[in-house]
């Protein structure tokens, strides 16, 4: 039979395997974790007259803005460490794309502080209304996801710094990946969605 | 078709690493099922409250309402009565069923009936235990905090649960704790999931596997997939309560800007209705294995049971709406939802002609879980049927909020799910434990549950008829439900029979576990699936060989098999195939 025979013979393929199916039920639930968030926003939207109601302003976009170049500029360089790592580069070579990785991850978040400080200073606060509340529960809940991501790269340091590449180093390699460009594709979303239209 | 071989874990030598912190799905398992066991007590023992407060307005608790009420000489008070309503909800739901059927069966089942060593990520198996125990601490000691735990119902609707319906710290705990155990139960899912993809034995086709793995899967794909839309409405409402957000806030409560309650309830269903059916898959999946098993005939048309399983999972996703026909929907959306909630019952219907297609003409065996799933047969019946009058919006809006609701969804939910899992456990009790559960004291155990359990939920039927609305703490005090108090009365000694006929339950299940001394055979009940080829309790690591499967769960004589046994395996051909 077909099947039994993938048993003994293609062991370090069905870890793969098994790495990405586990992956992709992971990003599901997370997708419909902000799918929720995107549907409360909708119901606001489309019942209120006006957007933002209350006669609310926009928020500024030049920390969004700067939030996005970083973030998108992230998961590019993750993309070349990637494509290093994978390609047997030595550690003095991919080290430095893993490391910009995390220090543009880092400024995302300080681009995000700074996004809050300057909404409290306009006196735009959470409690304020339903506007504030959606401005502000997004960024909460999409930067607490991004702390998390940010430890798992960090941890991304002593499989780099390993010399062996096995199919345990391999699939760590790739979730975080999935894991850091999801949380990219989210922002995108909310950034056009939230602060843009 | 296993992907890969396992890591196997070094057999556990401390009791530490053996029973506490375990790696072994069977303890995992084991851990899940005692968990659940005191849900059920605790949650039981609220249900006593409850029906007490109903039956006897005024009165006060037996044995130990002096020592939990003093102030008010052993009377349940209102506000503890509404506090009691929300936690038997919640605990029975999350702390109880989910933990026995998903949680304890899920974890034993999967690997020993798919044919594999342990679960795909036994690391995570165990984080998912240990977070569901700190939930369980985070809602038990919310019941010791100032005000006391939460008190807007297990659907937690704001305004109730915002902060003037309960200004206490009760309500945040409780919705910190249901995000904690989502994130345990999707971790759970994640696991169950890729193990049933990916881990099958050899030869096992989707349609080879039991139909128990049939429903424990879709249930966790339900579970993967909507459990993260109730977390993110738990987070919003823990946001509204601790940082002054404005989601759920309107009218007057709302300082600017326009907050809507009934947004909770969108996203609350959208996860709830689900929900329903992520309680009750596992159990169909068990009572359609041990109705074959137990009538010797193969499952009739498991390929269609399977494939209905999958169509309501679909379609359970689509009726949300139903449970919100009073909230001003337009009436095209009512309609809508009232059109597909119908859609369920041809599924429906197809698995329970399945069903009775199974049983008729079978030699049929009345031991205890065959009792049991029969109990399921007959109470589900029962509670599918008084679901067309809820779905349909024309008798919902007389209806709802009524008792006749807490009837229906207790014989769907409750009835059915109780039933299931104690099939369960008389059934797989041997290969967990390796003792047997004493026959006789189980089937008067099914019978007096059997009795009490009708004469409460179709008492309730009758009294929500009748127009007697939930969570009101003296219904008596209108006239016109002042005739209800006899029937009301007759509720709570049925309810008094079920609660105490749970004792026999217990002492039997503590009594096999800790003093039992009659070893049981590996396959006590004679049946071919493939935990039963295997010593009884399993063993570390469960198969000695990798089965290769030659045949589907529950056929029997099958030429393939070239042993003289009616497994649907055999170990001979391994090296060859």
Redesign the interface.
Known sequence: ?E??A???S??????R??SS??MI??L???S??????F??YS??RI??PVWP??G?EKVDLFFPTLSTFAIVLSSMTFMVFKAKYFGGGAVNKTMPWLVATIILGAGFMYTQFSLWADLKSRGF?????????LV??FT??HAAHIVIALLTLLYLIPVTMNKECTISEENKVNNVGKFWHFLDVVWLLMYFIIFVI | ?????QHIHPKPTTFISKYIFSYDHKVIGKQFLWYGILGLGLGGIMALMIRWALAFPGEAFPLIGRFMFPETGGVIPPDTYAMLFTMHGTIMIFYAITPILIGAFGNFCIPLMIGCRDM??PLMNMLSFWLAVLSAALLVGSLFTPLGAAAGGWTAYPTLSTLIGSPGVGQTLWAVAIFVLGISS?MG???Y??TV??LRA??MGYFDMPLTIWGLWLTAILN??????L???G??LV?DRV?????FLAGAA???????PV?FQ??FW?FGHPEVYILILPAWGIVSDILSFFSRKPAFGAKATALSMTSITILSTLVYGHHMYTTQMSPLLTQTFMTLTMTISIPSAIFFANWLGTIWKGTIKFDTPMLFSLGVVFVFGLGGLTGLYLGTVTTDLYLHDTYFVVGHFHYTMAASVLFGSFAAIYFWMPKMFGKMLNETWGKIHFWLTMLGLNGVFFGMLFVGYAGMHRRLYDPFVYDFLQKLVPINTFITWSAILMGLSQIIFVVNFCYAVFWGKEETDPNPWKVGTLEWTIPSPAPHYNFAE?P?VKCGPHELGNPNLTTDRDFQYQTEELVE?
């Open positions: 039979m099947r039994t993938i048993l003994h293609d062991s370090i393929e069905g870890k395997l098994v199916i586990a039920v992971v599901v639930s997370f419909m974790l902000f799918a929720s968030l549907l409360g119901y606001f019942t209120s109601p209350m609310m606060y959470a409690s304020s209304g339903v506007f504030q509340s502000y529960s909460w809940i | 078709m296993a992907f890969y071989e795909a990520f999707t899912a994640i696991n999931i890729t993809i990916t050899p030869g993967a997939i909507f459990l993260p839309v977390g993110a409405g987070l919003l946001f940082f002054g957000t404005q989601f709302a300082t600017s800007g326009t907050g809507d947004l969108h996203v959208i990798i290769v195939a």
